[in-house]
């Protein structure tokens, strides 16, 4: 019975271990785009694109690291990070005949970073789903008393709840992210797996 509890306090304890190393690497991956975006701004300008088409990467930008530094929890950073994603997705997508070379560089390193995102996103929320699936459950709820793990938060947004209809699924940052890759001709999703997180 000991070494049974051991066993099963010890594999909670690796995907916790994993979930949060899976967090981290989502977390520099957003960082990451942070840094990409001022040069897709300053390629802009020889791109032809318009100051109007500029203002809401911009605003939505320092939004999302408005909400990193004031350490808010993970829904607000995916809604953060959501609305990101759709202003890069609509100055890019509207420059799909563009031959500015920077422009078109930077920009396709961004659809790199999203996708490294959306791979980052559902690692991160298949891991906390499993976790958050073991802590309710027996008898694995017993050994996350034990290891005083408890659930976790997901990296999503949920949908609005209207009065007129039911409850929608959530939607995930991962899913309007890749939208937003597939959608867009200017810039050119590789699985990322829990075993490449936790290295």
């Given at each position: ?46 791109a032809g694109v318009e100051r109007e088409h500029i203002r809401p990467v911009v605003g939505a930008r320092s939004l999302a ?46 659809q790199t970073r999203e996708q490294r995102i959306a791979g980052a996103v559902r690692v991160h929320n298949d891991l906390g ?71």
């Amino acid at each position: 019975m000991v070494l049974w509890l051991r066993a099963g306090v010890r594999r909670l304890r690796t995907l916790q271990q994993r979930h949060r190393e899976s967090l981290r690497l989502l977390l520099h991956e957003l960082d990451d785009r942070y840094d990409l975006v001022p040069a897709l701004i300053a390629a802009s300008a020889g791109a032809g694109v318009e100051r109007e088409h500029i203002r809401p990467v911009v605003g939505a930008r320092s939004l999302a690291i408005g909400v990193r530094d004031q350490r808010l929890g993970l829904t607000e950073r995916a809604g953060a990070e959501n609305a990101l994603s759709a202003t890069l997705h609509e100055l890019i997508g509207g420059l799909e005949g563009v031959n500015h070379w920077p422009f078109i560089r930077v920009a396709r390193e961004l659809q790199t970073r999203e996708q490294r995102i959306a791979g980052a996103v559902r690692v991160h929320n298949d891991l906390g789903g499993a976790l958050n699936t073991a802590v309710g459950r027996f008898p694995t709820s017993l050994f996350a008393k034990l290891a005083a793990v408890g659930p976790v938060v997901l990296f999503e947004v949920p949908a609005p709840v209207t009065a007129s209809g039911p409850a929608r699924r959530p939607e995930t940052v991962e899913a309007d992210t890749e939208t937003a890759v597939v959608a867009s001709d200017v810039r050119p999703e590789s699985e990322a797996t829990s075993d490449t997180v936790a290295a």
